[in-house]
């Protein structure tokens, strides 16, 4: 059973920053482009971010680059999103994906097979 649990969401204020976790089971994670989403209320979800299998390459959307960064440790088949200089517009729910495959540019969610059950992160102005 594939498992993805994000962790280390929370309330920040505007200029601060917090650091997502998200720990995958059940699947070969080196195998598995990560990404990760996030899903303000009353908007869809979309694309923030994205990892390759090796960590290799990162792909970010234009909302968030020189903002956040994403990294992976797959000895502790982890991904992290750090997240600094957060703004209230950062407020969502934040979600972590797996894709399998070596394709990291892929930015739609049904592009990804696995998903996490979501962090709340609230940005205070």
């Known amino acids: 059973q594939v498992q993805l649990v994000e962790s280390g969401g929370g309330l920040v204020q505007a200029g601060g920053s917090l650091r997502l976790s998200c720990a995958a089971s059940?699947?070969?994670?080196?195998?598995?482009?990560m990404g990760w989403f996030r899903q303000a209320p009353g908007k869809e979800r979309e694309f923030v971010g994205s990892?390759?299998?090796?960590?290799?390459?990162?792909y970010y959307a234009d909302s968030v680059k020189g903002r956040f960064t994403i990294s992976r440790d797959n000895a502790k088949v982890t991904v992290f999103l750090q997240m600094n200089s957060l703004k209230p517009e950062d407020t969502a729910v934040y979600y972590c994906?797996?894709?399998?495959?070596?394709?990291?540019?892929?930015?739609?969610?049904?592009?990804?097979?696995?998903w996490g059950q979501g962090t709340q992160v609230t940005v205070s102005s």
């Open positions: 059940g699947i070969i994670f080196s195998s598995y482009a």
């Open positions: 990892i390759s299998w090796s960590g290799a390459g990162t």
């Open positions: 994906a797996a894709r399998g495959g070596r394709n990291h540019y892929a930015v739609r969610s049904s592009d990804y097979a696995y």
